[in-house]
Each structure stands twice: as C-alpha cells, then as structure tokens.
C-alpha cells in the first residue's frame, strides 16, 4: 500500500440491510423507524442508522485492502446528510498517511450518493497483524 | 439531559449478533471468520468485528437516552483490546458536554469487558432535532 493509493467502493443500502442492521442491534428510534416522526422532523423518510456506514467501513477493511491481514484501530465518522433506503453510496478513500514504524495506515474516506452529495466523511486507521 | 449524567447498558456479543454483522455486512476478513488466522497472529479465537460495538452505540443513543427526537452528528472509537465471542460488554458513559446554542451534546463512553479490561474508548456526538 503506496500514501495516496485511492479505493472506491459501491454499497447498496438495501431493505436487508437496513432490516438486518435493526434486528441485529434493536435500535428502533423512531427517526429509523417511523415514516411519519421523520417527516415531522423534516426529513424526506425514514433515516438509515448512520452506522450501516461503520459497517461498510468494515467491509472495506476487511475485504477492498491488498492484504487481509489487519486490524482497525480508530474510527471515526462525521455524518452530514441524511441517508435513505435504497441510496447507492460510493465510498471514497485514499491512504493518507503511512506509519512505518508501526505498521499502520491512515484511510481518509468520504461517502457520497448518486445526486453528488457527500454524506458522511471520516477516517480509518488500521494496523497490520504481527 | 445534564452534564454528567451517568450510563451504564450490557451488551452480549451473541453468535447472533456476529453472524447477522457479518451477513449484511459482508466482512469476511479471516481475522474475524477463521480461528486458525486468528490463533496465528496471536489472538485467543476469532476477533470480532470492532464495527459491532458501534452498533451497541446506535442501540445507546437511539433507545438508553431520555428523549428519542435525537440524531448521531460525530462518533470516534478507539479499539484496545480484542473482543471475543460471548463477550458481555458494559459500555460506560457519560454527558461530557453540552452545546446549548445548537441542541447538541456529546458522549464519552468505554465498553469494558468482564475482566475488567477497557477494550474500546470513544465519544459520540448527538443533536436534537428540531
């Protein structure tokens, strides 16, 4: 991995993700649940939980990196738009910042959806296993 | 809501919670899927995935706190220590701050597991909304 290498990953954020997301951690705030709250609250839908996103952070971890063996460290996420079931979102990264000495990597990363509009931006730093 | 109040929720890493995570999200890392990798790099089994504790947050802050009309703004976290299958986790928090003029506030929390040991620190931003 070379600072600067750029990854771009596409997530569907389909009914079985949203579903499972919510039955796995029983979050049923009514802003991810309840049509009508959303709406009162100004929204045009119901709002996908902000981390489905860490979860597809996971997956481009674990599965879009040239190696496997590695582990996250820190996270972090801003959330700036709302997402909606059935957005298609494209995960920008790009390895920002290389730490040789300890074997870590820094991916700054961004997702946007299919109006152009960036969603959420954050950073990953993962560490390769010894 | 009132700086310093106090939270204490337990959480169970369950099969069901680590099988879900990795069926919607796809994260099929050996780090997390193959204990033989795991053992290898010295871990004592497969390592969960650290995006789940995030979803412990999503439960935290879209059903443990006093009012729902809430929307995660900002989270970090930190990993530690590896979290393990079966794992019972209390994540510990507290109101660190509160932004009056923008209806926000913000979180600092641990999970901790049985042992005793802090595997993970992080914060969490929320506002209200209006």
Redesign the interface.
């Known amino acids: 991995m070379t600072l600067g290498d750029q990854f771009e990953t596409r997530f569907e954020v389909t009914e079985?993700?949203y579903r499972?997301?919510m039955?796995?951690?029983?979050?049923?705030?009514?802003?991810?649940t309840d049509e009508a709250f959303a709406r009162e609250?100004?929204f045009s839908g119901k709002?996908m939980?902000?981390?489905i996103l860490?979860?597809?952070?996971?997956?481009f971890?674990?599965?879009c990196l040239p190696v496997?063996?590695?582990?996250?460290?820190?996270?972090?996420?801003?959330?700036g738009t709302p997402v909606y079931l059935h957005d298609s979102l494209v995960m920008h990264s790009h390895l920002a910042e290389v730490y040789d000495t300890v074997n870590a990597y820094l991916f700054k990363f961004y997702f946007q959806n299919t109006a152009g509009v960036k969603v959420a931006r954050g950073e990953v730093r993962i560490g390769l296993?010894?």
Chains 1, 2 share one sequence.
């Open positions: 079985q993700v499972g997301f039955e796995i951690f029983a979050d049923r705030n009514p802003l991810h609250h100004g709002v939980y902000g981390n860490n979860g597809f952070v996971s997956y971890v674990g599965e496997k063996n590695v582990a996250i460290q820190h996270q972090q996420i801003k959330f296993l010894s």
